[in-house]
């Protein structure tokens, strides 16, 4: 049997049985929409600027930010990484 003659049986059968498929469709769709009304609703974000030193926006950053270079990005990847948030939540989900 090649693929074309599966999809055509899939389609008769589909059409023969219309009823079943109209109701699992309706039963998917409700479990997923209880699924998002009860889902915890929290949301998070975070972000980091990096401004480089020969950068065009460097002098409408003066006063609002520090420039660095590029071994402070390092250092600056690391602080994150190991921020008592991060490694906290990573004890967390040791623990569990």
């Known amino acids: 049997m090649n693929t074309e003659q599966i999809a055509k049986t899939l389609v008769n ?3 023969h049985s219309r009823r079943l498929f109209v109701a699992l469709f309706v039963v ?3 479990v997923a929409l209880a699924a998002g009304f009860f889902w915890p609703k929290s949301y998070t974000s975070s ?3 990096l401004v480089d030193d020969k950068n065009v926006i460097e002098p409408l950053m003066l006063g609002a930010a ?3 270079d590029v071994s402070g990005r390092g250092k600056n ?3 994150v990484i ?3 948030k991060i490694m ?3 004890l967390e989900q040791a623990d569990g």
């Open 82 to 84: 190991f921020s008592r």
């Open 28 to 30: 998917v769709n409700f």
């Open 77 to 79: 990847a690391r602080e």
């Open 66 to 68: 520090v420039a660095t």
């Open 47 to 49: 972000t980091s600027i």
């Open 88 to 90: 906290g939540g990573v």
């Open 13 to 15: 059968e589909s059409f």
